[in-house]
């Protein structure tokens, strides 16, 4: 659930850069995507188009090998560098998990 991610993997991993914006810079990555709570990375990942990539959502629910965060946590996005910045990378069983939960649905 997202829940498990948030506890897991997005919170102690991904919210002390993707912060959210505190003022104009909601159009600036790492500030531009809010993972601070469940709540947060729901309304910044699912179905919201990437920075790098418009054309490619962050979440496409259903769909993990078009989704963008996918990508980017793999180290195949087109664009930037791979997530979590600078490493240690997510491990295998953690990116299949998202897959899955992508690829059920992505939901809250």
């Not at 980017?72 to 560098?81: M, S, V, W």
């Not at 069983?93 to 992508?102: F, K, M, Q, S």
Request: aromatic share 8%; net charge neutral.
């Amino acid at each position: 659930t997202l829940g498990w991610f948030q506890a897991n993997v997005f919170g102690p991993r991904c919210a002390g850069l993707h912060t959210g914006p505190t003022s104009n810079d909601a159009i600036n990555l790492p500030a531009a995507m809010d993972l601070t709570t469940a709540s947060a990375t729901f309304a910044s990942l699912v179905g919201v188009a990437s920075l790098q990539a418009p054309s490619v959502l962050r979440v496409q629910a259903g769909n993990p090998a078009n989704s963008y965060v996918v990508q980017k946590i793999e180290g195949t996005a087109g664009f930037g560098q791979r997530m979590p910045l600078g490493g240690p990378f997510l491990d295998q069983p953690t990116i299949d998990a998202i897959r899955l939960w992508i690829s059920a649905g992505a939901n809250q």
